[in-house]
């Protein structure tokens, strides 16, 4: 991966990896795990909804956020997606799929009824079926999942990529509020950002329509005494939604010079050297 310009550094996602959809066992010690991957996550999720009461004004203790940094970065993580291109890339990739209830809403609304809109694929798919005997899992072909994500995006949820051990690919999730990745902000490698990031490109063209704000859930949109649009670079997550929604190409995405490492768990500074998260 270069580390110089950053104009590559989304071209070798792990996500776009052949072997890492390719994978049927992770080793004895490491399949026992997986077989209970939804009990983990369950408890992880409720875990979240514990200590995240309330996303604007409650934070995380450092025992906890450690915790679940552990949790994401060992077992179990996600990556936001660019753009709708990138998922379904991701599923031509993949071996099997199917439609899975999404669990982060289960466990932070849980007297609400299921809502069927995560995609379980490759290793996951056989976890799931074999396990999960009180959830409908629905195998899905891949231009299902592919309407599925268009569905979805359409209604301003974004995609994630989920990992499991070693990056091996085993989700891709239309996510929203609901998102532990959105309630749990400051635990990094719970929801790590996509490559890209959001940037002013035209600001002379932007209006101050604010269209692009209704589309930005993680409150990285703001407007300037001009009454032009500003990005957060701290909070942007890379979804894409508020570049593709802006009417008049105002907002574009860069590479990101900072960003998440999901192969080797660091944190890749480009044209630096690369640094550790503990």
Request: glycine share 6%; proline share 4%.
């Amino acid at each position: 991966m270069c580390l110089d310009c950053g104009k590559h550094n989304s071209e070798n996602a792990w996500y776009l990896d052949e072997e890492k959809h390719r994978i049927k066992s992770l080793g004895l010690a490491r399949d026992i795990v997986a077989r209970n991957l939804n009990p983990l996550i369950t408890v992880g999720l409720k875990f979240v909804r514990l200590k995240q009461p309330d996303y604007i004004n409650t934070k995380m203790n450092f025992v906890s956020r450690n915790l679940l940094n552990w949790f994401a970065k060992t077992l179990h993580g996600m990556q936001f997606l660019p753009n709708i291109e990138a998922a379904f890339s991701t599923i031509d990739m993949s071996n099997d799929l199917a439609l899975m209830p999404c669990l982060c809403k289960k466990a932070m609304d849980p007297d609400d009824p299921p809502e069927y809109r995560c995609i379980a694929m490759n290793i996951a798919v056989d976890i799931y079926e074999k396990q999960e005997k009180n959830l409908e899992v629905k195998r899905i072909s891949k231009q299902q999942a592919k309407d599925l994500v268009t569905q979805w995006r359409k209604k301003g949820a974004w995609q994630s990529v989920g990992w499991l051990w070693d990056a091996n690919v085993i989700w891709v999730c239309n996510c929203d509020e609901h998102c532990v990745a959105y309630r749990a902000p400051e635990a990094v490698w719970g929801g790590i950002p996509s490559f890209m990031i959001t940037t002013v490109g035209k600001p002379s063209a932007c209006i101050g329509c604010r269209d692009c704000s209704d589309w930005c859930k993680h409150r990285a949109i703001n407007y300037g005494e001009d009454d032009r649009v500003r990005v957060d670079a701290s909070r942007c997550k890379g979804c894409g939604l508020c570049v593709e929604n802006c009417q008049n190409q105002v907002l574009v995405f860069e590479p990101r010079q900072t960003f998440h490492d999901v192969r080797s768990k660091k944190i890749v500074q480009l044209g630096n050297e690369t640094t550790h998260l503990d």
